[in-house]
């Protein structure tokens, strides 16, 4: 009988299949793996980073505003303490109830934080407070206005003095520069700082321009004791007013920043000039697109530094020096390179 | 692994073929399955860890009033149970106060964790003086410690809902993108169970299509085989598995299948000739029976007829007539029988009969003599193979002799054969017609010659002889015939195979 020869074939399509069996299979798994850890991320995300631990916390308290200045301050604060193996907590960035600076300060002395930052004032309540925080061994900074007569370690800011006669010197500056006659001045303060730094800016400004300038200087306040006054004081001021103004010093930022937009609204641009004290950015750009005549303004991140550096220095060596100064700078118009490095 | 081993059979066996693909696509698939099944419980379990610091917080808040609560009611009216139920209260608070963070860290709630902490520990202080004043009965301290408590709990409250917002907006953040991973993980494995499936499928059938295709060519092929086709090829042998041997025995059955009908074919093949030639010897035998009653016309009423003359001449005592009625009577009775075969003797005394009727006719002119070795007369040879041997001598032979003729007979025995000679001093035979009666290759010219047409008619011939002879023994050389030359007589030679 003829052998038939045995025959192995191999089974290609088989094989093949298998293959891509094997790699739907393995396909599966990377899916389900990645799936996995895209979950697992999601739910790890505050914990992907280890969080960087440090040893002092501080605490920065202002007046209940979280405007762009407060913010730069606060950020630039907070880069020089990381530096340092600190921490800077804003508390009126995270809480949606709104506690007034004084219930902030309050908190900071129950959390027994290592150093506080304040918005300072003349305030008894908040003389107090600082008084209680020193008690605790809690060191106490005042940024932008000082706290007369507390316990406060140092103050770190612009002599709101030094301000107001620079203020004046400009104001008698841009009545000599002007081609028509300045006959009114109108100054804006806010009512709930007459005690302290726009009131001091105020009196330096009357010092200086007041034997010089022969015409009408009013002073109007502007209530700021909720959150939208300033700006509807402001609109009825400028509804109000006779168009006998000729300057318009503002020494806030809010004030700043309200008279700015009223300005524009009601069409008031070039009728006079605006001029004052504010670092906003608001301000600035105000000032750059030659609606605001000149500002006055000082270095924000350097502020933000110097508390830090005054509470630290305090921690470290038991004192430190009660001034720190910060110098100002004024901004006009035709300089934009200085607005640009202001608003930095 | 040896081909051939128990091992190399299961392996190559239909059964572990089958068991493979299945055991490994239900393998595959459960594996998928279980992964996904801990893949799903471990993706709800994180769900449901998402909201665990937001219950805690919830549970750390109720605590705080249940602790302001106590106080207060104890502060009303100096309840032992009150102030037992605030103690309890306060452990179970500093327990829960343990969890959270005491760290400074870069962390917004991690730091508020850290403020709700040292804030509770200075409220805890607060409650501890107010309850210790109370207990005193210092009205105005524990007045003055509550009112503080009460603002510690509010800042507390704040702080914890805040951080439980916070926490809950980005915990619902992450929940969400949970469930949007979830539901894409849903579909894709849709899709992937789907793939997959189909490839299990397209997986099966062509498995089992490979290891059913040598059964289906083995099965096509017995159709063949069925309607009659032998003459195919054998089916390729693909696999070693129980197919394959299936498929190598049918192809042996195969081939002995058609081995066994070509031998039965080659039997039947012998066989009919076998018979075909047994049908011819009787039908030679016939022809010359019936040539011979033909010739003789109705020769047993000849015969009878020749017993009652023989029977009348003994009664008138004419011996010789007797006698001769009496061979003439025997030489047909013998020519009478039908049988197919005879004893030499026999064959002999039919010449003796014959040759005494032609020398009666002739007058004793044909000198006959016999040489007969006696034992030798007891085997069988063909009936009538003498008699026209001896007749052919007598009507051709001594055909227009004048010399004195003689008819010898000599029955010896030479080697293994039983040699019976005939031999004549007649005219002799040509050997054209010698090779005619031997190998029965004649001419129209030389019949003519010889007569044939006369020997077919009045005796059974030599032809005749030689081919019952050949038929009967199965062998060519059953008959010799010489004759040396016109006048030199001729002698033919029966040669008898002798059997013990």
């Keep these: ?344 | 692994m040896k081909p051939g081993s128990k091992l190399h059979k299961f392996r190559t066996s239909i059964r572990f073929r089958l068991m493979s693909v299945f055991i490994g696509i239900v393998g595959v698939l459960l594996l998928i399955n279980a992964y996904n099944y801990v893949d799903t419980n471990d993706v709800i379990r994180n769900i449901n860890q998402v909201y665990v610091k937001n219950f805690s917080l919830n549970e750390l808040e109720e605590q705080l009033l249940n602790i302001q609560e106590c106080m207060k009611k104890y502060l009303e009216n100096k309840n032992t149970d009150s102030v037992e139920e605030y103690y309890m209260h306060v452990q179970s608070y500093e327990q829960m106060l343990e969890k959270l963070n005491d760290k400074v860290v870069d962390d917004g709630f991690l730091i508020m964790e850290k403020n709700i902490l040292n804030m509770s520990k200075e409220y805890l202080e607060c409650a501890e003086r107010t309850v210790e004043y109370k207990r005193g009965r210092n009205v105005e301290k524990y007045n003055r410690e509550f009112q503080k408590t009460v603002r510690y709990e509010q800042y507390l409250v704040t702080n914890i809902d805040t951080l439980n917002n916070l926490r809950f907006r980005a915990n619902a953040d992450n929940h969400k993108r949970m469930i949007s991973i979830l539901e894409y993980s849903q579909k894709v494995s849709l899709m992937i169970l789907v793939l997959v499936g189909s490839l299990t499928i397209l997986l099966v059938y062509v498995s089992t299509t490979r290891i059913t295709l040598p059964l289906r060519r083995l099965a096509a092929t017995a159709d063949i085989v069925t309607s009659g086709k032998l003459d195919i090829e054998p089916v390729e042998i693909i696999t070693e598995d129980e197919v394959g041997t299936v498929t190598s025995a049918f192809n042996k059955m195969l081939y002995s299948i058609r081995e066994y009908i070509q031998r039965i074919t080659e039997n039947m093949e012998r066989e009919r000739a076998h018979k075909e030639k047994e049908l011819l010897m009787n039908t030679h035998l016939k022809e010359a029976q019936l040539n011979y009653l033909q010739a003789q016309i109705n020769p047993h009423f000849l015969f009878n007829t020749l017993n009652a003359g023989a029977g009348l001449a003994m009664i008138e005592g004419a011996d010789r007539t007797y006698e001769y009625i009496q061979h003439v009577a025997d030489f047909y009775r013998y020519n009478v029988k039908t049988q197919k075969s005879a004893t030499l003797g026999e064959e002999l005394e039919l010449v003796d009969s014959y040759m005494y009727i032609i020398n009666v006719r002739f007058s004793n002119d044909i000198i006959y003599s016999k040489d007969i070795d006696e034992t030798l007369t007891d085997i069988i040879v063909p009936s009538m193979i003498l008699q026209p041997i001896v007749e052919n001598a007598v009507k051709h032979g001594f055909k227009d002799v004048s010399w004195e003729r003689h008819i010898d007979i000599n029955v010896c025995l030479e080697d293994d054969y039983v040699c019976v000679n005939v031999c004549d001093n007649g005219v002799g035979i040509s050997p054209e017609v010698i090779n005619d009666v031997m190998y029965g290759g004649r001419t129209e010219n030389e019949e003519d010659d010889f007569d044939i047409e006369e020997l077919k008619t009045n005796g059974v011939g030599l032809k005749n002889v030689c081919e019952r002879l050949r038929m009967f023994y199965d062998t060519e050389n059953v008959m010799e015939i010489t004759s040396e030359g016109p006048a030199m007589g001729t002698c033919i030679t029966l040669l008898i195979p002798y059997e013990q």
């Design chain 1, 1 to 344: 009988m003829k052998d038939v020869e045995k025959k192995r074939r191999p089974d290609m399509v088989i094989i093949v299949l298998i293959i891509i069996f094997f790699i739907a299979f393995l396909v599966t798994l990377i899916n389900f793996a990645v799936i996995r850890r895209n979950i697992n991320n999601s739910y790890n995300v505050e914990n992907q980073t280890q969080p960087v631990q440090y040893e002092k916390h501080f605490v920065l308290i202002n007046n209940n505003e979280k405007t762009d200045v407060w913010n730069s301050i606060y950020e630039s604060a907070m880069i020089y303490a990381n530096e340092h193996k600190a921490y800077v907590e804003m508390p009126i960035n995270n809480f949606e109830t709104e506690y007034n600076k004084y219930e902030l300060f309050e908190m900071a002395i129950l959390e027994n934080v290592d150093g506080i930052i304040v918005e300072g004032d003349g305030s008894e309540k908040l003389r107090q407070l600082i008084s209680d925080a020193r008690d605790k061994g809690i060191p106490v900074v005042t940024i932008m206005t000082d706290a007369y007569d507390s316990k406060r370690n140092s103050f770190v800011g612009a002599s709101s003095y030094d301000v107001g006669r620079e203020l004046g010197n400009q104001i008698l500056h841009t009545i000599n520069e002007k081609a028509r006659p300045v006959n009114n001045i109108m100054i804006l303060l806010s009512t709930e700082d007459t005690r302290s730094s726009q009131h001091t800016m105020y009196l330096a400004i009357m010092e200086k321009i007041s034997r010089l300038f022969g015409g009408k200087i009013s002073v109007e306040l502007v209530d700021n004791s909720t959150s939208f006054s300033t700006d509807e004081t402001i609109r009825d001021i400028f509804i109000n007013m006779d168009n006998n103004a000729d300057i318009m010093v503002c020494l806030s930022d809010e004030i700043m920043s309200s008279a700015y937009q009223a300005a524009v609204e009601y069409n008031k641009v070039g009728k006079f000039d605006i001029m004052g004290f504010a670092s906003s950015d608001d301000v600035l750009d105000g000032v750059k697109r030659g609606i605001i005549n000149c500002v006055m303004t000082y270095d924000r991140k350097v502020m933000g530094r110097n508390c830090v550096e005054a509470l630290l220095e305090y921690i470290d060596n038991g004192y430190v020096s009660e001034y720190l100064m910060v110098d100002t700078t004024f901004v006009k118009g035709d300089n934009s390179t200085l607005t640009d490095n202001a608003s930095q």
